[in-house]
């Protein structure tokens, strides 16, 4: 049994971080394309921008964000192998 991390860039500000990709925050550049994975510090700001200072309550982080990802979390058992003869 092992743990996943993705190890990218926050989308937002570049910097380098590790994240679930199943539960981290992510943004598209530009509106358009692939949701893409921001930091924390972006994700606060993101709700600062667009939603508390709006009268909206914040977007939730879920607490596993920034967590490891159990790989069998990851298995759907998609790839199993047909072992009948």
Same mark, same amino acid.
């Given at each position: ?7 990218? +860039? @926050? ?6 971080? /590790?994240?679930?990709?199943? &539960?981290?925050? +992510? ?11 921001? @930091? ?9 921008? /667009?939603?508390? +200072? &709006? ?28 072992? +009948?003869?």
């Amino acid at each position: 049994m092992g743990w996943i991390y993705l190890l990218c +860039s @926050c989308a937002a500000c570049g910097a380098p971080i /590790h994240v679930n990709i199943e &539960k981290c925050p +992510s943004i598209r550049i530009g509106g358009t394309g692939p949701r893409e994975p921001i @930091c924390i510090n972006c994700f606060n700001r993101w709700n600062e921008i /667009h939603r508390t +200072s &709006k009268g909206l309550e914040p977007v939730p982080l879920d607490p596993q964000a920034y967590e490891p990802l159990n790989e069998q979390d990851m298995w759907d058992g998609s790839d199993t192998e047909n072992t +009948s003869a």
